[in-house]
């Protein structure tokens, strides 16, 4: 029986050059107690994950050394060995549309847009004011079109290590996830949103009129007033049929495990 | 089925005006697709007091019936309160029979004193003004230099035309603008607002009148009468005599 991701079989590059394989590897961690595998995947929970195994496995103590997980990625990456002979595995999976709303939030609106594009669209940057017009329209045009892979918008399916996982849980059902992993290893998943502040949660959401086409700026200024758009706000017709060709394999994955997405938009009807 | 309220709730400097007057301008076009626009001019009549305005789209009278009594709005410096004495919840249900006696399944009622709403007991009074509707808030927000800029400009103008001191009273205890201005305190007193950016709105389309339309589920195309205002004439003058 396969117990390793197919793709890696059917990949012409070694193995350990494959960039396919280095995704995955690269953002897999193992539970020493449980002798569990968790695949992390950027902008699913991955910093509640993270941090809740680096407590599991004897590396923090409580919430006051939080920002230590962000230097040590890759210190509970497995060996193929220990993926081979790990017990459990589990992965969290999220709605496609959702997480590149996200990334686009919170990397670009709290984040540097310069550091994350330099290279792709420099001519680009070069103009003047750029945060004043660039808006989320032109980074999902900006992504799909160019090619341009950034771990935090990579496809989630790119991520897995196995072929089959023992749970693939759902992020917008963090609770069950929780109380899954308590009863079947003995494993506490803490929820982190708060202690980052990666997240939208001390905002209060609204809907907004075409959020897609709010700059940067606009999008800063809401936010200085404690409001941002709800995810939703940011969906029109032609955003969606572009997410929806790019992130196919995402779609079909949080389909197969965790029914339809929950920002699921029939195009032409919403 | 439930009626369906749009309730425009300003705030002042970001395009208001210009809404009230495509609101007045297409009535009839508006009322042959199913929505009738609320008039001031109606609801004063029907409660026998209240504010007079040239505008008749701006539904002073219905914001201010709920408007806690310590807050300073313009039309208050000018007008004074014509519900001094009155038993506001007898004035809010009467409102609320008012509307539901409109034969449109659609409302459109726009004020932007609402946006000036607050309180718990305010709540109240708008839980019971809207009792049996379904409301959906529209709230036009602008970066806060540039609304601040404006609102004092306007300001300006009303006190020196009408020889009033205008004060951003909108508390007892806070005699400044920043209430005023709190987007957030908005959107949390209201229940499912719809949000519009009035720079991206501008940006975009040059007005903010037909992002409007599309707020109501219509088509801007459908529209020949929308007028264009840039937001910096003076206001219409405001009749300084409450009707009793």
Same mark, same amino acid.
């Given at each position: 029986m396969l117990k390793f991701h197919h793709d890696f079989a059917a990949s012409p590059e070694k193995l350990v050059a494959s960039p396919r394989?280095?995704?995955? =590897?690269?953002? %897999?961690?193992?539970?020493? /107690?449980?002798?569990?595998?968790?695949?992390?995947?950027?902008?699913?929970?991955?910093?509640?994950?993270?941090?809740? =195994?680096?407590? %599991?496995?004897?590396?923090? /103590?409580?919430?006051e050394n939080v920002q230590w997980i962000h230097k040590n990625n890759r210190v509970f990456q497995p060996t193929l060995r220990d993926c081979y002979d790990a017990d459990y595995s589990f992965v969290f999976l999220r709605c496609p549309l959702e997480r590149i709303v996200s990334a686009f939030v919170d990397k670009l609106v709290d984040g540097d847009l310069s550091a994350l594009f330099q290279a792709q669209?420099?001519?680009?940057?070069?103009?003047?004011?750029?945060?004043?017009f660039y808006n989320f329209g032109n980074f999902v045009r900006t992504i799909t079109r160019l090619q341009f892979v950034n771990e935090h918008w990579q496809p989630q399916a790119d991520f897995l290590l196995f072929d089959t996982y023992g749970d693939y849980f759902n992020l917008h059902d963090f609770s069950r996830a929780q109380e899954t992993l308590r009863k079947k290893i003995g494993f506490e998943l803490e929820d982190t949103r708060s202690l980052l502040r990666h997240d939208t949660s001390q905002y209060r959401e609204v809907d907004v009129f075409k959020a897609h086409s709010l700059s940067i700026a606009d999008l800063r200024t809401l936010k200085s007033q404690g409001l941002v758009p709800t995810k939703q706000s940011f969906l029109c017709d032609e955003i969606v049929q572009e997410v929806q060709a790019h992130w196919r394999k995402d779609f079909e994955l949080f389909e197969a495990h965790c029914g339809r997405p929950p920002l699921w938009h029939e195009v032409g009807v919403a | 089925m439930m009626k369906t309220v749009f309730l425009h709730l300003g705030k002042h400097r970001t395009g208001s005006t210009?809404?009230?007057?495509?609101?007045?301008?297409?009535?009839?076009?508006?009322?042959?697709?199913?929505?009738?626009?609320?008039?001031?001019?109606?609801?004063?009549?029907?409660?026998?007091?209240?504010?007079?305005?040239?505008?008749?789209?701006?539904?002073?009278?219905?914001?201010?019936?709920?408007?806690?009594?310590?807050?300073?709005?313009?039309?208050?410096?000018?007008?004074?309160?014509?519900f001094d004495g009155r038993d506001r919840r007898l004035l809010v249900m009467s409102m609320n029979g008012l509307l539901k006696d409109i034969p449109?399944?659609?409302?459109?009622?726009?004020?932007?004193?609402?946006?000036?709403?607050?309180?718990?007991?305010?709540?109240?009074?708008?839980?019971?003004?809207?009792?049996?509707?379904?409301?959906?808030?529209?709230?036009?927000?602008?970066e806060k230099n540039q609304w601040l800029e404006s609102w004092m400009s306007l300001k300006r103008r009303?006190?020196?035309?009408?020889?009033?001191?205008?004060?951003?009273?909108?508390?007892?205890?806070?005699?400044?603008?920043?209430?005023?201005?709190?987007?957030?305190?908005?959107?949390?007193?209201?229940?499912?607002?719809?949000l519009l950016h009035y720079e991206m709105i501008m940006r975009t389309y040059g007005s903010v009148i037909p992002p409007f339309i599309e707020c109501l589920g219509l088509n801007p195309a459908a529209f020949t009468e929308i007028e264009f205002r840039e937001n910096r004439s003076p206001p219409p003058p405001l009749q300084a005599t409450p009707e009793h």
């Open positions: 394989f280095l995704a995955a =590897i690269n953002h %897999a961690s193992l539970i020493y /107690a449980s002798n569990a595998v968790c695949t992390w995947i950027p902008k699913v929970g991955c910093s509640s994950l993270r941090y809740s =195994i680096s407590v %599991a496995n004897g590396f923090l /103590a409580g919430p669209i420099g001519k680009l940057l070069k103009r003047p004011q750029i945060e004043s | 210009s809404i009230q007057r495509f609101l007045s301008c297409n009535r009839d076009a508006l009322l042959r697709q199913g929505f009738c626009v609320v008039s001031n001019d109606d609801v004063r009549d029907r409660l026998g007091v209240g504010y007079r305005l040239p505008n008749e789209t701006n539904n002073v009278t219905m914001a201010h019936a709920l408007l806690r009594e310590c807050v300073e709005s313009p039309i208050r410096a000018l007008q004074g309160d014509p449109e399944p659609n409302l459109i009622i726009s004020a932007e004193a609402f946006s000036f709403l607050r309180t718990a007991e305010e709540r109240t009074l708008y839980d019971m003004l809207f009792d049996g509707l379904q409301v959906i808030p529209l709230l036009c927000v602008r009303i006190a020196a035309r009408n020889g009033v001191a205008l004060v951003d009273r909108v508390s007892a205890d806070s005699p400044d603008h920043e209430l005023l201005y709190d987007d957030r305190a908005i959107v949390a007193f209201f229940t499912g607002v719809r």
